[in-house]
């Protein structure tokens, strides 16, 4: 196997080939004839004249066993070497493949990449706990106050979005972000990976689910294109439970696009009232939602991916667009739940009139450190909006893997980070 | 202008349709009619019926004015604005299609993209001056520890890309980097991207040259292709000191491939030696080559790429091949060197051999620090190699831009971290 799919290539040879060394695990250089195969289990063979074992293996000390299958859990362990399983060899080729896609898809719909920064001097979007940093205590003293202000790891490129939305009518990135959250949990990661989107001269809410819902049937069609083989083995044998094929939730909408379930949450908020089931968090208006919440919606709706729109304007960040409405005051904000994970994606129109903008940050203190936000309203503004999808998240969903540290090649959490 | 091209659409309107909103740097809505346009400046034009200003502009207080020229340094004061002008505008989808035209090269070559972490806990490659991460001051201090382990922010993925070596026979990663360096030079910034590649199973550097040669003609091609107005932006107005053209120093080689330049690091040192050129360093064989050196060898061989090979062992890293030879002791390394820029990438083959790692391993104290990266050479080692590309320096040489602040969206260096 060289890793380029799951399939192997049967080696046929000689007893006099026959080598100590030629051991489960070893690397080997193999030449002879590649024929037609007389199994039905493949459809070529090569029939060897010379093999030689380039790297050898001690199958006592190598973690994997021939022909056994090792759980996700046991395999963790050993994360200079899982790639070689089955398993993640073929996560690997489905997360290229998924990467590739959404790559694919904005540049197809014209948007421009931008590469936003990893180290920023943002930190109170309040979007959860940071990562601050220094040059290593090692080196030179002086360096202390590197950046002259305190810097971070974001948590977000969506401030940096919205400075290239005054010059380009669509923009993406798809980056590492960061949150140091301590959680050991099957959801949460301390480097994770976002797609982020903005677009200008937005009328609605819907010119955002439009692109999230295109966005995600596009990846997904292109990874069961390319990846069937992989996908199947995880939907077979790596995770079984996964009963909801992805090509069952995902692509059963009747009429494309605009066929995604999409709810309001005052909807949302009577459904899950009416609900006889026994949640940990009790829900009236105003209250944010939780994942038992967004997963018994996901439900309640059959099964498949839902938006939920109009969120509380006291629940949202200060660059949500106000609705402006009446008694309950509500901001254009969205998020698509997906079956198995909940929330997957988040997003909202920002708020792009500068008075209401500056009233708002006025309120919090924050007009002084935004001053550069609020420029963006001064000079040229338009209207806009936007989103940003869990990378991990979406591969969770499609695969139905459990624990996101399975579908992230070296996972950072708290008290763990190898290698 | 709406960021799709350098061009514009000129909007013909009628004098009651004018507005005194209607400023430099406002924006618009216009409805109207494309007509072909009885101008020789453009080929179509919008009859305007209706003209809505949707964001005002005031003239006085935008730092950019109409018709003017801004340089580079100039507009580099605005980083929430520059993306409006021209220039910077034209980088931004260069940057965007040339990102695009290297995932395109490693996709169609049978790569599998890889997302090598930000956090590491590798500390000791020696790449230079490290970031330490923690969590944020102000969130809960019993969080100090909250990898267990020190953490920083990777220098390479390389490490990471030899753990899928073991499991793929091509693998890359493109994505940030980051070197405290205590610099406010045109050259180095704290936050940077790089584009790093191995490929399993190599017989010789030609193996790696062939890739980096490939890769850099595919890109550029591509560039060349889809941005040639916003390239040619650069080439006329922007740099015009850039006087070897990207298609000059590129693509005149004669027959492809193989046709760059390669000279060996002991030929270098000869021709340094010989040469009336007064080096602030002077050279002798085992002597680190200094930016003004590769850019003397780059100009000695006609002003076009060259690559370097076969540096002295004790200049590489622990990793690096041993050559094995004498007596002049040198490691399968390459380095290419770029007009303009000096080196462009960097490589070498990764010693697979387990007994000269180790020996190598132990001579420096390190190899409990790196019994994962020796258990890559105990279980079914490959010969591999690989580079890595520094991709702002890829846009610095074929756009000829000085500064390497000027082709990143968002720089970030020393006492420098705006937005």
Redesign the interface.
Known sequence: N???SLQSLQIVASSELNDPLLTF???V?VTGILKKSPSQKQPVELEADQIHV?????PL??PFKIKERHGLEYIRQF???R??TNAF?SL??I??EA??AI?SYF?EN?F????????????CEGAG?????????S??E??EN????????TVSGQ??LE??S????RVYTF??T?R?E?SQSRRHL??F?MVEAEVS?TQSLEDLTKVMEDMFRSATEHVLAYCAEDVDLFHKHVTPGHKVSPEGHLFNFGTYPGSLFLITYSEAIDILNRSSEKFDFSTHWGCDLQTEHEKYLVKHCGNIPVFVTDYPYDLKPFYARDNEDHPQHTAAAVDLLVPGVGELCGGSLRE?RLDLLRARLEEVGLEDTYS??L?????????HGGFGLGFERYLQCILGVDNIKDV???P?F??????
């Open positions: 060289d890793g380029s695990g070893s690397a250089e380039v790297g050898e293996c001690n000390d190598f994360p200079h070497l790639c070689r060899s690997l080729r997360r290229s990467t590739t790559h540049k014209d421009v990449q931008i590469h936003t920064p990893v180290i920023t001097s943002n930190d706990e940071l990562f601050q940093i220094e040059p290593s205590k080196e030179n002086e360096d590197f950046f002259s202000v305190p810097a971070f790891l401030l940096h400075v290239m005054g010059a380009f009518s980056g590492p960061f140091a301590n301390a480097e990976y001269f792009e550069w936000y420029d963006l309203r001064r000079f040229g503004s338009v209207p992230i090649p070296f950072r708290s008290h763990s980070c190898l290698l």
